[in-house]
């Protein structure tokens, strides 16, 4: 019993993270545009349509089905690399401003995270990572953002929570 409860407990409060976590990244694709590197946002489109194709032909999609879809998809990877975009160059920009930084550490646990998702032996998994420089910086740059956007939900929690305790005075007041 104490095993099932503690196991809801955790799932509830990963979704409340969770939850709390694509709140703020709904603000920060909600504010106000500005110029994004092009090819950053055609790179990341390539990215996000080569991904998508490939989990619908895991999926079972036929390849026609996919070439009469081919300019719907593009069209759909386009908006979300955009959005990828502006979300990497806000969290970059806070980071830098609030100095987080990734450490050895940090990288270890994302990669055997990475590891056990992908059902692979966690040393081998790095071993395999550690040819492929750009895959270390993308997993380093995820580990950047994973942290930033975990320090601004804790000052979203801290603001909140002083609002309420400054609602609390006034009512003591009235």
């Not at 908006?79 to 401003?97: D, F, N, P, S």
């Not at 740059?141 to 609002?163: F, I, P, R």
Request: proline share 2%; hydrophobic share 35%; net charge neutral.
């Amino acid at each position: 019993k104490k095993k099932v409860k503690d196991d809801l407990l955790s799932r509830k409060e990963r979704e409340n993270v969770d939850g709390k976590r694509s709140q703020i990244t709904q603000k920060f694709i909600e504010l106000p545009d500005f110029p994004l590197p092009q090819q950053a946002v055609e790179d990341e489109a390539k990215a996000i349509f080569q991904s998508n194709v490939q989990r619908a032909m895991q999926q079972g999609a036929k390849q026609e089905d996919m070439e009469s879809k081919r300019d719907e998809m593009w069209k759909e990877s386009q908006v979300q690399a955009q959005a990828r975009v502006k979300i990497t160059i806000i969290l970059g920009r806070i980071a830098e401003i609030e100095k987080v930084e990734v450490t050895n550490e940090d990288l270890a646990q994302a990669a055997a995270r990475e590891a056990m998702m992908m059902r692979t032996e966690p040393q081998a998994y790095v071993e395999e990572l550690a040819k492929d420089q750009a895959r270390i910086n993308r997993l380093r740059q995820d580990v950047l953002h994973d942290k930033t956007l975990e320090l601004v939900a804790s000052k979203a929690k801290e603001k909140m929570e002083d609002q309420v305790e400054k609602e609390d005075k006034k009512e003591k007041k009235v």
